[in-house]
């Protein structure tokens, strides 16, 4: 069951700085920009479907879509599946002179680069027994939600598996108070995913050990304060750092829609 677990979505793009590993970068929020892929989900599967089936290039139909509509500095209005495909599939290559190849190639390349690397749910066996939304961008104290959390629905901590959703390398693993047990890897790309209130984390996932996606990382838990929901305490936060000349640098950025596409099959 999916369920949008944010109470209030504040449209924020957070950036990240560039010393040291994650651990000592600093987070501040620019409130007047959106949080990058905060488009409604339906769309983009309607998208994905339409422009398999007429073979164009997804990652440029979904980066025309947003740029058309403004989601990666807000939010607008989600559109009919008539008027996805007579805009956005039709009349592809019109919208995109309009708006502009060297404006639309970055944008499809960073969206393209995400969804190859994003090929795996972060929660295996997972079926009836977890909830997510669009939880990216909420308030918190201090701040901006930079990541989204998974809930069990069973609220039993060791329960789930938790694997990669990516390829990449350990970069970090540890425990701290806000976060609890976690763990860092880096694509090759330099894309960095966080693992964070786990159970405990596998021993195997050591500075420099090398992950498939798909690869179990440890088990969900209750650990840290960070984001703590009393209703359902057992999660799995899962936050994705970029480096991308399109979102000016470092970012955080939303992994909900490429979530999403892994969950039903893209």
Not at 112 to 127: K, M, W
């Amino acid at each position: 069951m999916i369920v949008n677990v944010a109470a209030v979505m504040v449209l924020v793009l957070v950036v990240a700085s560039l010393r040291g590993l994650w651990g000592a970068r600093k987070v501040s929020v620019r409130a007047a920009e959106a949080a990058a892929l905060r488009a409604p989900v339906e769309a983009v599967t309607t998208l994905r479907r339409f422009s398999a089936e007429a073979g164009l290039d997804f990652a440029e139909v979904l980066a025309v879509y947003m740029l058309d509509n403004a989601f990666f500095r807000k939010a607008a209005e989600p559109l009919g599946e008539e008027a996805l495909v007579s805009r956005y599939i039709d009349g592809h290559k019109k919208l995109k002179r309009a708006i502009g190849e060297k404006t639309v190639a970055p944008y499809a390349a960073y969206l393209r680069r995400l969804a190859t690397e994003i090929t795996c749910f972060p929660v295996l066996g997972q079926d009836g027994a977890v909830m997510y939304g669009d939880s990216f961008g909420a308030a918190i104290q201090g701040g901006a939600y930079a990541g989204i959390d998974i809930f069990d629905e069973m609220r039993e901590a060791g329960r789930l598996r938790v694997a990669a959703v990516a390829r990449g390398v350990v970069v970090e693993a540890g425990q701290n108070k806000a976060e609890g047990h976690y763990a860092v890897i880096q694509s090759a790309s330099g894309t960095l995913y966080k693992y964070a209130h786990l159970a405990y984390v596998h021993a195997d996932m050591a500075e420099g050990a090398q992950v498939e996606a798909g690869t179990p990382i440890g088990y969900m838990g209750e650990s840290g304060l960070e984001g703590r929901n009393d209703l359902f305490p057992v999660r799995l936060t899962v936050s994705v750092l970029v480096e991308s000349e399109v979102l000016n640098g470092a970012a955080w950025v939303n992994p909900y829609i490429f979530l999403r596409l892994v969950e039903n099959g893209r």
